[in-house]
């Protein structure tokens, strides 16, 4: 695990093995690190907040370590020059394929799947989210403002 500072942002990473226990461990490092940097227990859209980060790291993590089966790299910044602050979280891995996000094109195909809602949930839960492609890399990333008034109970 490496913490760096850089510019007004704060960053921390953390690297894994494409095995199940990954999932585990990213949700772990995305918790304590947001403790860390003290975005838990202030509020109630803070913990709800930090709840998201956890569930979204969890549910790319696996989607990496089932469809990549390369190491991961979990990233998480918080970005002071967003409006209010954000947290962006990155999970990156070695499989540069590009892929098509397979969203479901009704809500009753989507009560009926048993799998592929990984990249569903950030286009639900967070303020914004891709993939950036590199020559030997992508990464899906996601946004979470800090104070971003769509967010339930952002009004703490």
């Known amino acids: 695990m490496v913490y760096l500072e850089a510019r007004d942002d704060l ?3 953390a690297a894994y093995q494409p095995e199940p226990a990954a999932a585990a461990a990213a949700r772990r490092f995305v918790r304590d690190t947001l403790r860390l940097w003290e975005l838990t227990g202030q509020s109630d859209s803070q913990d709800a907040l930090v709840d998201d980060a956890v ?4 549910e ?12 991961v790299q979990v990233t998480c910044r918080l970005l002071a020059d967003q409006s209010d602050g954000a947290v962006e979280i990155a999970v990156l891995d070695r ?24 990249l569903q949930l950030p286009s639900e839960l967070a303020s914004a989210w891709g993939v950036t492609y590199a020559r030997a890399a992508k990464a899906v990333w996601f946004r ?4 971003d008034p769509a967010r339930p109970g952002a009004a703490d």
């Open 11 to 13: 960053v921390a990473t």
């Open 55 to 58: 569930l979204l790291t969890s």
């Open 144 to 147: 979470l403002g800090l104070h």
């Open 60 to 71: 790319l993590v696996t989607n990496a370590v089932l469809h990549a089966g390369t190491p």
């Open 95 to 118: 499989r540069p394929a590009q892929f098509h996000a397979d969203l479901p094109g009704s809500p009753a195909e989507a009560a009926e799947r048993t799998n592929g809602r990984g």
